[in-house]
């Protein structure tokens, strides 16, 4: 698929084309954390994203050369380059220098690999605050995928670039592969988002009916196999209040309990899934504030489901109760 992105540099629409970037994506593991590496030209890469700015530390200089044009090898083109640009450079996002610890000029290791941070890009707020960029080449060789990438990032020159043509005739020259105007794609992803999103608030709905309604019949179901229990409190004192705060009390705690597992056997499940559907390794960071509402949500659940049949056995006639015994 690599010496096949060069054919992009022949559709009839050429002229039109800034640049075109082959990539290569795979999640490494550095010290404990999980992080995309993206080996791509890393002149290109920057040429592709003009918002990218480095820290004041970082020793990224770009300088114009001339080279053979890939349009027409005969011609010379100018193109940006970094200067001192080696094998082993690698330019990090903010996220990943935040969390690593790391600095420009630093040295990393990757599988075993050791590699110089040339720079490092300041917050975008993007997903490019939390990868790895490195030379196509050498992210083919740490990743065990010679030759191989993941896709063509391909930029036009022009404001009015007939974009759906040159998508058709990107698909003729690269039959092997699909090439999609950016815009279709990002509308897909949305409307793809957005049904997943729906589809997710429906089965929520119905997991929290069912599992009021499963607390619902357990807590009545337990209210009525105690009724003897709950006859001897009310012959020897106990209030209608005492009996409704022991109910409660133990749906409380059984709620919490709940939420604490439930919680953990999701986050579990999140990371098995998410690995099978992205087809790599995920990372799902803990979120405090998504913990507290779980298990806020159960015991609010688990405490309204009781309230009836807390109720109820408040209501039990201790003469009638103490007949059973």
Sequence with gaps: MEKEGDNIWTIKNRENLA?????????VD??????????ADLSTEIK?????????????KLTRVEKPSP???TKTATVTEIEGLKENDVIIGSKVAEKLNKNPGDNLKINGSEFNI??????TGSQDDSIIFMNLKTAQKLLGKEGKITLVEVAAICSG????EMARQINEAVPEGKATPIKQVVAQKMQTINQLSSFGLAVGAIVLLIGSLIVFTTMMSSVNERTREIGIFRAIGFRRTHIIKIILMEALILSFISGIVGYALGMCTALLAGSKVAGM????????YLAVGALALAVLVGTLSTIYPALRASKIDPAEALRQI
């Design 71 to 73: 349009i027409d090898p």
């Design 48 to 60: 592709l994203k003009k918002w990218w700015k480095f820290t004041n530390e970082s020793d990224v």
């Design 118 to 123: 040339k720079g490092v890009i300041m917050e």
């Design 161 to 164: 670039c007939p974009v759906e």
């Design 19 to 27: 640049t075109v970037s082959s990539k290569l994506l795979g999640a």
């Design 281 to 288: 390794e995920v990372s799902i960071p803990f979120d405090p």
């Design 30 to 39: 550095i010290e404990g954390e999980t992080v995309l590496v993206v080996g």
